[in-house]
């Protein structure tokens, strides 16, 4: 089992900055997948970004050149560092980790509110 415990989120001005950080304890490995997914009311939840255990990241376009997802596989940690916010980043914010078919585990979730 692996638990995941997302934070930093909240409310910010479109234009602003947020660092959203996740946690993870239990049975994790560097080599599985870190990153994270975004859910806003009516839609379906959808990839934001992701890195794996050797660093190789992937984004969404929608977020390309605001957003930079890092790991600290010492601290078995994963950040989402995000840039020039705008009210379509509205959405609640999930943590994942997975590996193959066989391991896949969220976060809670994070709520981050653009708005001016």
């Known amino acids: 089992q692996v638990q995941l415990v997302e934070s930093g989120g909240g409310l910010v001005q479109p234009g602003g900055s947020l660092i959203l950080s996740c946690a993870a304890s239990g049975s994790i490995s560097r080599f599985y997948a870190m990153g994270w997914y975004r859910q806003s009311p009516g839609k379906q939840r959808e990839l934001v970004a992701t890195i794996t255990g050797s660093g190789i990241t992937n984004y969404a376009d929608s977020v390309k050149g605001r957003f930079t997802v890092s790991r600290d596989n010492a601290k078995n940690t994963v950040s989402l560092q995000m840039n020039n916010l705008k009210p379509e980043d509205t959405a609640v914010y999930y943590c994942?980790?997975?590996?193959?078919?066989?391991?896949?585990?969220w976060g809670q979730g994070t709520q981050v509110t653009v708005s001016s």
């Open positions: 994942n980790t997975r590996f193959g078919i066989s391991v896949n585990y």
